[in-house]
């Protein structure tokens, strides 16, 4: 899997959505993984693996700092709130 297969993969995943933003999907060794942050300032937060196969790359899951897909870059959500 290369990151670039995201929009065959991850098709139900938009730009902008309230319930799930692309901005949080990164490619791991393990699969396509989604981070769901807990605090605003993104310092908590939890992986799921959400299509699991042999990512391209040697970011690991759960990695500290992925790199995430690049969308529409801004928060589609509000935490808390």
């Not at 297969?5 to 319930?19: D, M, P």
């Not at 999907?25 to 992986?47: M, P, Q, V």
């Not at 995430?68 to 935490?79: I, M, P, V």
Request: with cysteine; hydrophobic share 30%.
């Amino acid at each position: 899997m290369k990151e670039d297969t995201y929009t065959e993969l991850l098709g139900s995943y938009k730009e902008a959505s309230n319930a799930a933003d692309l901005d949080n999907i990164y490619l791991c060794t393990t699969g396509w993984a989604y981070r769901h942050f807990k605090t605003e300032d993104k310092s908590e937060y939890w992986d799921e693996l959400i299509y699991s196969g042999n990512g391209d790359t040697a970011v690991v899951f759960e990695d500290p700092n992925p790199k995430f897909l690049t969308a529409d870059g801004t928060t589609d959500f509000e935490y808390g709130r």
